[in-house]
Nanobody
Framework: VQLQASGGGLVQAGGSLRLSCAFSGDIFAYRAMGWFRQSPGKEREFVAAIGWSGAVTYYTESVKGRFTVSRDNAKTTVYLQMNSLKPEDTAIYYC????????????????????WGQGTQVTVSS
């Protein structure tokens, strides 16, 4: 199981970024895929998750209406489209995967999630 995240960068407040996470290996490990983020001095927190078919998504309240998670199983990639970015969105973003549902992933603590990609830095300037 391998996850490779990319797409981070520096953007001004109000701008947009799209993160990508390419996955490979045991496809059953990717039933749910999600994005988490961690700011300096803070715990890793859930951002968004998506089920295998892409029909079910789940978001933390602070990003609803601004972020959209999607997946293309043919390309074995999950995306996080981030619009209307705010300085408080600044963090290292991590993609994750697990044999669960999107909603369940959103309720799990990070240590309980088995598969992680490396982080990608997102910095939003004011």
């Amino acid at each position: 199981v391998q996850l490779q995240a990319s797409g981070g960068g520096l953007v001004q407040a109000g701008g947009s970024l799209r993160l990508s996470c390419a996955f490979s290996g045991d496809i059953f490990a990717y039933r749910a895929m999600g994005w988490f983020r961690q700011s300096p001095g803070k715990e890793r927190e859930f951002v968004a998750a998506i089920g295998w078919s892409g029909a079910v998504t789940y978001y933390t309240e602070s990003v609803k209406g601004r972020f959209t998670v999607s997946r293309d199983n043919a390309k074995t990639t999950v995306y996080l489209q981030m619009n209307s970015l705010k300085p408080e969105d600044t963090a290292i973003y991590y993609c994750a995967a697990g044999r669960t549902t999107a909603q369940t992933m959103g309720l799990m603590t990070p240590p309980a999630i088995p598969y992680w990609g490396q982080g990608t830095q997102v910095t939003v300037s004011s």
